[in-house]
């Protein structure tokens, strides 16, 4: 998490999102949480949750599964975070 936090690309919302999804991953990288849960550990609204998924998306390689309920998220980088 320390690559995370010294990223100078990114914004202190963009740091804490990625945080709250590493922080919830399971063992192949993939975090299941819903957007209210990471506008709940993140402190942010749903609008800046999502203007924040998609700049991780190009920024640190964000994947994302919009196809379900819930949206899965995976670093997959995650291993050396």
């Not at 990223?7 to 709250?20: P, Q, R």
Request: net charge positive.
């Amino acid at each position: 998490m320390t690559v995370i936090l010294r990223a100078k690309s990114l914004s202190t919302l963009e740091k804490m999102v990625s945080i709250a999804i590493v922080f919830k991953a399971d063992s192949d990288g993939r975090c299941h949480l819903t957007q209210r849960e990471i506008c709940d550990l993140c402190a942010t609204s749903k609008p800046s949750l999502k203007r924040v998924i998609k700049s991780l998306e190009s920024k640190i390689d964000l994947e994302v599964d919009r196809n379900t309920r819930r949206n899965n998220y995976r670093l997959h980088q995650w291993r050396m975070l």
